[in-house]
């Protein structure tokens, strides 16, 4: 790709509630994505309220896929559950010769992805998955541990949110693997583990959060950015969801059928909120803590993050950014891999500290 030619970029399901806060960044920054995704009316609705071009179509069409590719140089991915969804748009990526980026957090894709590193380097483009609040403040962080304890063999990674809440694209996706138990990282490998297969209390600086292990998307990228082959992620969670979690390992069969997935996502989207409310983009945050250690030392530090929707509108833009102005490493790659630890420290709200 001639890399003094990149001019724009394509935002797929740009009218969902994350793809809209991404649009609005994106058009704040100066830039005029184009539209995508299969809904005529809404994508043209949203076209005409920020003055950009629209294309709607189905993944499914590879001709008008493909068509609408060689249009930009870029695709920010951001219709989900992408384990649903990647691989028709990877694959096109490939086929036209145009970069990959998507906000996705399932580890499915990020793998498979990984498998698509030589035919994206002969492509001569980059795929990074995981441009949003998954994975980049957590890799950027893992990254920065990990930089300061050579030889390291574990991280663990715990995760809490405050003042937020789940859109309905997240839960859908949270549905559509819902028949995947936990995993977690040993030796290299990835292997499925029960829910809350393990639980800790872990202080983020306001006293003891109980946290459980979760299939996060680090689970598979922070493996791939630093080369420690065990990795475990935990999560702050409601005390009822982690009781309904637990519950799904002896009743769970009864919903991973596609007709119960189905009939939960519809549910989700009849009576659950679009996402987090503007006030709770704008006042609630996001603390990690990674920690890593070779069995005789640990290092650990903590990030305070923006909330997780706004975060991933500010640094998925920010990834195109770079993109379109010829930065980027052609193949797979993680945030932290392309653009360094630091990264993520841009961003107004963000702070770092060891601890």
């Known amino acids: 790709m001639d890399g003094a030619n990149l001019k724009n970029f394509l ?6 509630y994350t793809g809209q806060l991404i649009v609005e960044q994106a058009v704040k920054e100066g830039l005029k994505p184009l539209l995508a995704g299969r809904d005529e009316k809404q994508l043209r609705a949203q076209a005409e309220k920020f003055g950009l071009e629209y294309r709607a179509f189905s993944m499914d069409d590879t001709a008008a896929l493909d068509s609408a590719l060689l249009k930009v140089d870029a695709v920010l991915h951001c219709a989900g559950p992408f384990v649903l969804t990647f691989r028709q748009m990877a694959e096109a990526c490939i086929r036209t010769k145009r970069h990959y980026v998507d906000i996705s957090g399932e580890i499915e894709g990020f793998e498979a992805l990984v498998a698509m590193d030589e035919e994206a380097k ?3 483009i980059m795929l990074l998955p ?12 893992i990254a920065h541990v990990a930089g300061k304890l050579a030889g390291a063999t574990h991280v663990e990674l715990y995760i809490k949110s405050i003042g937020s809440g789940v859109s309905r694209g997240t839960a859908r996706s949270g549905i559509e693997n ?6 977690i ?15 800790k209390n872990i ?13 996060w998307g680090d689970v598979s990228t922070a493996y791939h950015s630093t080369g420690i082959p065990n990795v475990t992620v935990y999560m702050g969670l409601p005390a009822a969801m982690i009781t309904m979690m637990r519950v799904t390992r002896y009743v769970g069969f009864l919903l991973y059928t596609r007709t119960a997935k189905n009939f939960i996502k519809w549910f989700i989207g009849k009576f659950l909120a679009p996402g987090p409310s503007r006030k709770q983009n704008e ?3 996001a603390l990690l803590i990674a920690e890593v250690s070779d069995g005789k030392q640990t290092v650990r530090a903590k990030l305070k993050t923006p909330e997780a929707y706004h975060l991933t509108a500010l640094t998925s833009v920010e990834v195109i950014k770079h993109i379109l102005s010829s930065d980027y490493k052609t193949g797979f790659q993680t945030p932290s891999k392309v653009y360094g630890a630091d990264f993520i420290l841009q961003f107004a709200g963000v702070t770092r500290e060891g601890l």
């Not at 441009?131 to 962080?141: I, K, Q, R, T």
């Not at 990282?185 to 639980?199: A, F």
């Not at 202080?203 to 292990?213: A, E, H, L």
């Open 11 to 16: 935002i797929y399901g740009s009218y969902g």
């Open 122 to 124: 002969r492509a001569g």
């Open 130 to 141: 995981g441009g949003g609040f998954d994975v980049v403040p957590s890799d950027c962080l």
């Open 178 to 183: 819902s028949h995947r138990a936990g995993r």
């Open 185 to 199: 990282r040993r030796e290299g490998k990835i292997v499925s583990v029960p829910n809350v297969w393990g639980s």
């Open 203 to 215: 202080d983020f600086g306001r006293g003891p959060t109980r946290v459980i292990s979760v299939g």
């Open 283 to 285: 006042y609630g945050f």
